[in-house]
């Protein structure tokens, strides 16, 4: 990882708590699920490091190329499920904030394919991943996947 300033070194009781919770709100969720939502999140906030990361964890995990290349047109495209949509849905309403109130038919989408926990969960992991976009894009992140592994 490169960067402008380290964050674990400049807050890291801060950074150890903000890791923990982002990998607890992650874990509560399908895993593909939450790959597809914090892909298209941070494709939104135009986070380079966090899509070239999420991308590689995603293959990782068996998600497809064809889903993975069509994740900027997802409306249009027809491999993802209802359950799916509704995220990505609610993932562009929420990152999408600034830009008008229009997330109430996200929501009424959101509510018919997730429990109020989960919605609160999806939520949760929408925050959690435009948080590390801010991160990142704000002080110049970059974690290579492959460098990780390798060091590992």
């Known amino acids: 990882m490169t960067a402008k300033i380290d964050l674990f070194a400049a807050a ?23 790959e597809l939502v ?8 135009g986070c380079a490091n966090c899509i070239n990361m999420h991308t590689a964890e995603a293959r ?19 491999c993802y499920t209802d359950r ?12 999408r904030l600034s830009e ?4 109430e038919a996200a929501r009424d989408a959101l509510s018919a394919h997730f429990s109020e926990e989960e919605q609160v969960k999806l939520t949760l992991m929408i925050n959690v991943i435009n948080g590390w976009n801010r991160l ?3 002080f110049g992140l ?7 592994r390798a060091a590992a």
């Open 12 to 34: 890291p009781s801060l950074m150890k708590t903000w890791m923990g919770t982002s990998a607890a709100v992650a874990a509560s969720l399908e895993p593909s699920l939450i």
């Open 38 to 45: 914090k892909i298209r999140a941070s494709q939104i906030n």
């Open 136 to 138: 990142a894009v704000g």
């Open 84 to 95: 799916e949509r509704a995220a990505l849905a609610w993932t562009d309403a929420l990152t």
């Open 142 to 148: 970059w974690h290579d996947p492959a460098e990780a």
């Open 60 to 78: 990782a995990k068996g998600e497809t190329e064809q889903r993975l290349y069509l994740l900027s047109a997802w409306r249009e495209a027809p």
């Open 100 to 103: 008008g109130h229009g997330h």
